[in-house]
Every structure is written in structure tokens, then in C-alpha cells.
């Protein structure tokens, strides 16, 4: 099965920008969709933004949408997030996950996660 691996979580002041990164190994990620999801400290898992395989298609939370852009590089195997004017509300830890359905928003969708790299934003 695949293993995911993101990097490029950090410290990061409001208004700064970060760009993570999903590393996939073992097994290609070129015929899947995937997608990044972000997790806060007592709160649920929350849909961040999906492309499809092809990178042609991709959706977007709308507390988002116009600050992040999700890219992949099939030939690197890597899926990528730049997050641009980061909030404070956007610490969080942030995964990645590799879904073998339709382009989904719910965790549910997806079949193989990463473990995660922390986003913090500070004032």
C-alpha cells in the first residue's frame, strides 16, 4: 500500500505563507485523487481541498478558497498545498490522503493518510 509523508509544516506568522508537501512512496499516487485535510486540537477532521488524478479538477473548503492552491506533480509522486495569508484559525495539523473513489470532501472518502505535519499561526 502507499505510504504518505507531508512536510513543510512550521511556524508561521499571520498574513505568511507555508507550502506543504505529500510525499508517496511504495506505490504511485499518478491514478488517484487526493486530497488535504486539516485537524485542530478537539475538533473534527476537516475537508481543506482535493484534485482529481489528473490535477484538472480540484475543490476547495470555502474558508480557503482564494488563500490555498493544491498542485501535484505526478512525476515526483508529491502532492502539494500553498497556503497563502494564513489565519490564525488555520493551525492546525494538516494531512494528506490519497482516495481510490470520486472526488470527495469527507474523510471518509479517502483510503490512506499521511501522519500529519503541525501548522502554526501566531500573531
Known amino acids: 500500500q502507499v505510504q504518505l509523508v507531508e512536510s513543510g509544516g512550521g511556524l508561521v506568522q499571520a498574513g505568511g505563507s507555508l507550502r506543504l508537501s505529500c510525499a508517496a512512496s511504495r506505490r504511485t499516487i499518478n491514478t488517484y485523487n487526493m486530497g488535504w485535510f486539516r485537524q485542530a486540537p478537539g475538533k473534527e477532521r476537516d475537508f481543506v481541498a482535493a484534485i482529481t488524478s489528473s490535477g484538472r479538477t480540484t475543490l476547495y473548503a470555502d474558508s480557503v478558497k482564494g488563500r490555498f492552491t493544491i498542485s501535484r506533480d505526478n512525476a515526483k509522486n508529491t502532492l502539494y498545498l500553498q497556503m497563502n495569508s494564513l489565519k490564525l484559525q488555520d493551525t492546525a495539523v494538516y494531512y494528506c490522503?490519497?482516495?481510490?473513489?470520486?472526488?470527495?470532501?469527507?474523510?471518509?472518502?479517502?483510503?490512506?493518510w499521511g501522519q500529519g505535519t503541525q501548522v502554526t499561526v501566531s500573531s
Open positions: 490522503a490519497q482516495s481510490e473513489r470520486s472526488l470527495s470532501r469527507s474523510p471518509s472518502g479517502y483510503n490512506y
